[in-house]
Nanobody, 126 residues
Framework: VQLQASGGGLVQAGGSLRLSCSVS????????VAWLRQAPGKAREGVSC????????YYTDSVKGRFTISRDRDKNMVHLQMNSLKPEDTAVYYC????????????????????WGKGTLVTVSS
């Protein structure tokens, strides 16, 4: 099982980025792939997780209405579209896989994940 996040970079506040998670060793429809992030000096937090098979998702409060998670079953990838970015969104973003097809919002956190990809750095300037 491997996951690889990409798409990070430097963007001005108000801008957008699209992160991608390429996976191998499993299909994105069979397991929940989540996005988590870790800002400097802070604990890793869950950003978004799929909560059912119809792609309904949990979002942490600070990104609701700005971020959208999606999965491309044909390409076996998961994306995170990030709009209206704020300086407080600056963090290393990770994609990770849970041991289940879906995951509740309450479990959308690092302790529930069993496989991790290397992170991608997102820096939002003010």
């Amino acid at each position: 099982v491997q996951l690889q996040a990409s798409g990070g970079g430097l963007v001005q506040a108000g801008g957008s980025l699209r992160l991608s998670c390429s996976v191998s060793g499993f299909t994105v429809g069979a397991y929940a792939v989540a996005w988590l992030r870790q800002a400097p000096g802070k604990a890793r937090e869950g950003v978004s997780c799929f909560t059912d098979g119809d792609d309904t998702a949990y979002y942490t409060d600070s990104v609701k209405g700005r971020f959208t998670i999606s999965r491309d079953r044909d390409k076996n990838m998961v994306h995170l579209q990030m709009n209206s970015l704020k300086p407080e969104d600056t963090a290393v973003y990770y994609c990770a896989r849970a041991p289940w097809p879906v995951i509740s919002g309450a479990l959308c956190k690092s302790g529930a994940m069993e496989y991790w990809g290397k992170g991608t750095l997102v820096t939002v300037s003010s």
